[in-house]
């Protein structure tokens, strides 16, 4: 076993290039062991096997910088840099992260969870090395071609062309983002890979430039003309790259790991700023994702690896269901009914679940590519005709759209209605994939209404609410990965007074306050406590913007303690309009606020960070009886002197 043998890269270069198909089979198989029985993401890191063995084969990592753009396809980079022991904890709680960090390896030379970052940061190291004068440090960037649609990845390439930094792109062509990618840019690229006369030429090319070391002092003028044949024989239309002043070569196979390093090779010693296109199929190697569907092995969970069955976990019974799912088929029921209605995402249908709706009406529902600046804007510019768009965004990405939600929607008071899937903790997915800061950083826009469901069916009323007519601001409705809490959640829609809580339970002596999914831990606390008769009330916000003035003034009036809970950042959030309320009015009751404090929460099960963070049922049980406890000290010290005249 050689990999058993490679426990960091130097290791790896110690093999005879020969032996390098050997040890991508071994990795290969290593990483279908693992994830099958711990889950994680799948096909991209497959697919990129043989590219990852090449890369580290010939270049000095960690001395030269390795990026991987998002990291869905750095498994066997991490198995490669001292991390094949500790691979089985990857996403699991205080484990390794599902993503480079830099905090974890120094083989890991930039952090990222979202995409389309490599090149800007390449390029900001390659421009570094180069003022420090480390002139032999090599910069690498490895970019999928779904990432490649972000502007970001346009800007980082714009600017890389007029440095003339020693730099280098992989692009990792499988035609795949999570979903099959979209756009021009797609089509472009399978146009350059198709044209018969691009690869004959691609293909003599290559030949010479394999020889080139060979030519001596001759190499660079050698290397140059075989660069114009490039540019003017090979396609008609002018190459993307080549007009950003990008050296391109390929495509290559991706698969071909000993032809993949001797081409790394000769594009070392070819200074300036360079793009290797690589062909690549992601799930290769194991049958069922590289034949199936690649959506589905993207990241499958945990699944039998001789059947690529997905095993299941929990009891048979009806469960609720996710509440990306109720949106999708309550978005799809909402469209049938007012033509008006759009939807719209950034590159992810099927993690957003607006694929239902594409399937049955695909000229009113539209992925983007990865792009959220524009899905925002795109989507103002629907609003602008009179149409309603629903604008489905991960709370972690919508962070990179904020200035077109200020700018294009907030300003302009545009109907735009964001849907944030995965508000709150997201689980084994990281830091960078956590919506903590959703709440905050829409409650302080102007014109937006700001709200979230504890519940599928209230899900299903708000948005119903947001398509009517008389609502005329934008909207925005975040709710969390994972299921909801009710089984028969279909129910008849029912419009929620914008602006309006609603009390879950009586109580007496203390209230506890939540927004969204975890008043169903509150709910869950509540019922323990009510085996000891202790008996806080309990009410669900539903809006931070506007907030329920009449429910705060009751709640502030009728109990001397308030606990208040939110999956979201204390700074800004819920908690925080609380006390601004408070201040605003001049109450002065005792307030404790639990939600995700001020600091870089990692990955980890949501039940698992919700305890780290302070506000699991359990946590709020243990602050209710504190507060409770403190209460009658103070009832004690209150009655003691009249007892004693």
């Not at 002018?238 to 290559?252: A, D, H, I, K, T």
């Not at 404090?597 to 049980?621: F, H, M, R, T, W």
Request: proline share 4%; net charge neutral.
């Amino acid at each position: 076993m050689l990999l058993e043998e490679i426990n960091i890269p130097s290791d790896l270069r110690k093999l005879n290039e020969k032996d390098l198909p050997q040890v991508c089979n071994e990795l290969r198989k290593f990483i279908i062991d693992v994830v099958s029985e711990k889950g994680g993401h799948f096909g991209g890191s497959l697919g990129v096997v043989e590219l990852t063995v090449a890369l580290h084969y010939v270049f000095n990592t960690p001395y030269d910088q390795l990026v991987w753009d998002t990291g869905h396809q750095a498994y066997g980079h991490k198995i490669l840099t001292g991390r094949r022991e500790q691979f089985y904890t990857n996403r699991l709680y205080k484990g390794l992260s599902g993503f480079p960090n830099r905090k974890e390896s120094e083989y890991d030379a930039f952090g990222a969870g979202h995409t389309s970052t490599s090149i800007s940061a390449g390029l900001g190291m390659a421009v570094a090395s180069h003022y420090k004068k480390e002139n032999d440090r090599k910069h690498i960037a490895v970019i999928g071609d779904g990432a490649m649609t972000a502007g970001l990845a346009f800007e980082g390439l714009n600017n890389a062309g007029i440095t003339k930094s020693d730099f280098l792109v992989v692009l990792n062509d499988n035609c795949m983002s999570i979903d099959p990618n979209v756009g021009a840019l797609r089509n472009y690229l399978t146009d350059m890979t198709l044209s018969p006369t691009y690869n004959k030429v691609k293909d003599e090319v290559w030949n010479l430039l394999g020889k080139v070391s060979k030519f001596g002092p001759n190499a660079q003028r050698i290397a140059a003309q075989l660069e114009n044949a490039v540019k003017t024989s090979l396609l008609k239309q002018s190459n993307l790259f080549e007009s950003l002043n990008f050296r391109y070569f390929g495509p290559v196979d991706g698969h071909n790991v000993v032809h993949l390093t001797r081409i790394l090779k000769e594009l070392k010693k070819i200074q300036g700023p360079k793009i290797l296109h690589c062909l690549t199929v992601k799930g290769k190697g194991y049958k069922f994702s590289e034949n199936g569907n690649q959506t589905f092995w993207h990241a499958p969970g945990i699944f039998d690896k001789v059947t690529g069955e997905l095993i299941k976990s929990g009891p048979g019974t009806p469960q609720p269901p996710r509440y990306q799912d109720v949106f999708g088929h309550t978005l799809l029921e909402l469209a049938r009914k007012n033509d008006r209605i759009m939807g719209i995402t950034p590159a992810m249908p099927t993690g957003s679940s607006l694929n239902i709706m594409m399937e049955a009406m695909p000229d009113r529902a539209f992925d983007v590519g990865i792009a959220e600046q524009h899905a925002v804007t795109f989507s103002a510019g629907l609003a602008t005709r009179g149409l309603i768009p629903f604008c489905n965004i991960y709370s972690t990405f919508m962070q990179r759209a904020y200035d077109q939600v200020i700018h294009d929607v907030a300003i302009q008071n545009l109907k735009v209605i964001f849907c944030l899937d995965r508000g709150g903790i997201a689980g084994a997915d990281g830091a960078t994939h956590h919506g903590n800061f959703d709440l905050a950083y829409f409650r302080c826009v102007p014109n937006m209404i700001v709200s979230a469901p504890m519940d599928e069916i209230e899900l299903r009323n708000l948005m119903y609410t947001a398509q009517l007519d008389k609502i005329k601001n934008p909207f925005s409705i975040r709710y969390p990965r994972g299921n909801g809490v009710i089984v028969d959640w279909q129910q008849p829609f029912a419009e929620i007074e914008i602006g309006k809580g609603r009390k879950i339970k009586n109580g007496t002596g203390l209230a506890i306050l939540t927004i969204g999914h975890v008043g169903n831990l509150a709910v869950k606390a509540c019922a323990l406590l009510a085996k000891e008769a202790i008996n806080p009330a309990h009410y669900d916000l539903r809006f931070v913007k506007p907030v329920d003035e009449a429910m705060l003034h009751e709640i502030c009036r009728n109990y001397t303690s308030i606990i208040t809970v939110e999956d979201g950042c204390l700074m800004g959030g819920m908690g925080s309009a609380v006390l601004e309320f408070m201040a605003d009015n001049g109450y002065n009751n005792k307030v404790v606020r639990l939600g995700i404090p001020d600091k870089v929460v990692e990955q980890g099960s949501q039940n698992e960070l919700y305890k780290e963070c302070g506000y699991s049922a359990e946590d709020i049980e243990h602050t209710v009886r504190r507060l409770m406890e403190e209460q009658k000290k103070v009832k004690a010290r209150n009655i003691a002197p009249a007892e004693k005249i």
